[in-house]
């Protein structure tokens, strides 16, 4: 049976259909050498913590209008755990590619990128962009969004500042990894070993895995 709009709100543009927007992703990045490699970095322990602010702030400003936010929020954790579960996959194949050539830590985030087309799946700081789509599309078929009352660029600033804030903890753990290993050259293969056992320390302490 499929889902039923509830509400498209003052304004609203259907999701598809006739004149409507695909909530599909779009183009893969680019390979360019040059291109930011900034990566969009969600943990599991997060997820709820950015699904309840986000409904929180959408509903304390009236963009939406639902009777039930705890569904919601499940809603949109929902998108961010599927986003996690999909993720896994590079992430393991390129993690698998490093050690087997032995490869630099550097070399993570390209590898991931180039296993994630195989997968037609949008890492980096597009996947944020699609994340997004992906929770406005769940908003807009959730039996427990009565009326969504904004548009949706509108609805992406709030879902922007909060994903950004909840994901860029990544710089804090890099940062903290690097003090445990500093007496160590980065570059060899020791500091590569070292610095994989110790963000994996900082991420169990902060219960992040």
Same mark, same amino acid.
């Given at each position: 049976?499929?889902?039923? $709009?509830? %509400? ?10 006739? *004149?409507?927007?695909? #909530?599909?992703? *779009?183009?893969?990045?680019?390979? =360019? ?11 599991? %322990? ?9 409904? *929180?702030?959408?509903?304390? =400003? !009236? ?6 936010? !705890? ?15 999909? +993720?896994?996959?590079?992430? +393991?194949?390129?993690?698998? #590619?490093?050690? &087997? ?8 985030? &390209?590898? &991931?990128?180039?296993?994630? /087309?195989?997968?037609?799946? $949008?890492?980096? +700081?597009?996947? $944020?962009?699609?994340?997004?789509? /992906?929770? $406005? *599309? @769940?908003?807009?078929?959730? /039996?427990? @969004?009565?009326? @969504?009352?904004?548009? =949706? ?8 500042? @909060? ?5 860029? #903890? ?9 003090? &445990? ?5 980065? %570059?060899?293969? !020791?500091? =590569? ?17």
């Amino acid at each position: 049976m499929p889902l039923e $709009i509830r %509400g498209q709100g003052k304004g609203r543009k259907p999701l598809t259909g006739p *004149g409507g927007r695909s #909530i599909l992703p *779009g183009p893969l990045p680019s390979n =360019d050498p040059l291109e930011r490699l900034a990566q969009m970095k969600l943990y599991t %322990g997060k997820v709820d913590i950015i699904a309840a602010e986000i409904c *929180g702030r959408l509903v304390a =400003d !009236e963009l939406i209008d639902t009777p039930n936010p !705890e569904e919601v929020e499940l809603d949109i954790a929902s998108v961010l755990k599927e986003y996690i579960r999909r +993720d896994r996959k590079p992430t +393991d194949a390129a993690k698998d #590619i490093c050690e &087997k050539q032995g490869l630099p830590y550097s070399s993570f985030p &390209k590898l &991931k990128r180039q296993m994630a /087309q195989k997968e037609s799946f $949008i890492v980096g +700081d597009e996947a $944020i962009d699609y994340v997004m789509d /992906q929770m $406005i *599309g @769940v908003l807009m078929h959730s /039996q427990f @969004v009565e009326e @969504v009352f904004a548009e =949706d660029h509108e609805i992406k600033v709030i879902m922007r500042e @909060v994903i950004r804030k909840h994901t860029e #903890i990544e710089t804090e753990l890099d940062a903290e990894a690097r003090q &445990k290993i500093k007496n160590l050259k980065e %570059g060899t293969n !020791e500091w =590569d070993i070292e610095y994989r056992k110790a963000m994996d320390q900082v991420m169990k302490r902060r219960k992040l895995n």
